[in-house]
């Protein structure tokens, strides 16, 4: 009992860094999310200094976020590790504070969607704290550490909106930005503070990995690597393909209109309470039994309770539906992140993360456009089956590509 009971109050190395992290996770993705229910509202507030239509500055609000992503994430990675995984970071962090502050000053719409292209350049901070995470914790317990990080990930995503949406409410579009800027404040400086990396990278090191396209060469060259990064792909692009209509599909499901905001933010926030909940079970099961075994019955799961969705005639159905989807993604992220973790070298944790958020990012982008395009040749409901299909397509794959543990 006195030793579990040391062990609990004075965690190991790994552990320290990992718990930490779970706090930046969690601060991070409060603030980021704490702005995403009203960035249109806010486009439409400031208006175009080109007369260019709103609608299409509401698209780009957020593709080019996705977009500078895309590109700068697998440049990052691999200066990771080249000089240190904490620095990144640390620039991810104090990057965003500055860029998120400077949103609450522009003077048209214009000028948001440039900040939020530089913000994509610039930030990257699940990535990092990931390539950190799988270069400290031991590989027979990445399931856990990636768990852990997807519960901090999923809490933010669930509390961030209502948070963003009650500083709107009370002050204005203006206090979410700043408040965001204090919490990406205030988590890097815990990572400036509290978090030690345990190794020096020497300078041949430094030099070996100079050459970034060889790099990235070798990472996809390494087996199940490509296939995890094509899971990765395919689970990002289901998960977003509804984004774009799923506020409409409820709004012709709620006749009551002054519900309507509230219940599609139930919605939102009980498929990311779910997710969080089962995100640290399933990776402690992935540990025990295997994450690919994990990984493949959550991608069944997950396309199982897509595709009833499409089939409902009753707001409510539709929120317990997508709580059971939470549930089932929730043990989709960490096995994948785990799954890397322990198929790429050591050394190699920054630029696989870097490539691994840039494939994430292009899934992001593309998946509003494709869930738009059905929805607009074949209907709402269209969008759940599709949702589905990608579930189980990427099982399938899963099976014949991922190699066993």
Sequence with gaps: ???????????????????????????????????????????????????????????????????????????????????????????????????????????????????????????????????????????????????????????????????????????????????????????????????????????????????????WALILRTPGVSATYGMRFMSRMARMMIVPILPLFIAALISDSERMNTFIGLVLGAFSAASTLSGIYLGRLGDRIGHRKVLLACLAAAGIAYLPQALVGNAWHLLWLSALAGVAVGGVIPMISALLANNIRQGDEGAAYGLDNSIAAAGRAAAPLVGSWIASMYGFRAVFTATAGVFFAAALYGIAFIPKE
């Design 1 to 215: 009992m006195l030793v579990k009971l040391r062990q609990r109050f004075n965690p190991e190395p790994w552990e320290r860094t990992l718990y930490i992290l779970f706090f930046v996770q969690l601060f991070t993705a409060v603030g980021y999310s704490s702005i995403f229910p009203f960035l249109p509202l806010y486009v439409a507030e400031l208006g175009s200094a080109y007369g260019l239509k709103i609608e299409l500055l509401a698209g780009w609000v957020f593709s080019a976020q996705a977009i500078s992503m895309m590109i700068a994430s697998p440049i990052w990675g691999n200066l990771a590790d080249r000089f240190g995984r904490k620095l990144m970071i640390q620039r991810a962090q104090y990057g965003g504070a500055v860029l998120l502050t400077m949103m609450a000053f522009v003077q048209n719409a214009e000028q948001l969607v440039l900040l939020r292209g530089i913000q994509g350049l610039v930030t990257g901070t699940i990535a990092a704290n990931s390539a950190l995470v799988a270069a400290t914790a031991p590989r027979h317990r990445s399931g856990y550490a990636m768990g852990l990080l997807q519960v901090g990930l999923g809490a933010g995503l669930a509390a961030g909106p209502l948070l963003g949406g009650a500083l709107a409410d009370a002050f204005s579009y203006h206090a979410a930005f700043y408040g965001t800027g204090l919490l990406l404040l205030i988590s890097g400086l815990m990572v400036t503070l509290y978090i030690r990396e345990p190794e020096q990278i020497d300078p041949e090191t430094r030099r070996k990995k100079s050459n970034m396209l060889k790099g």
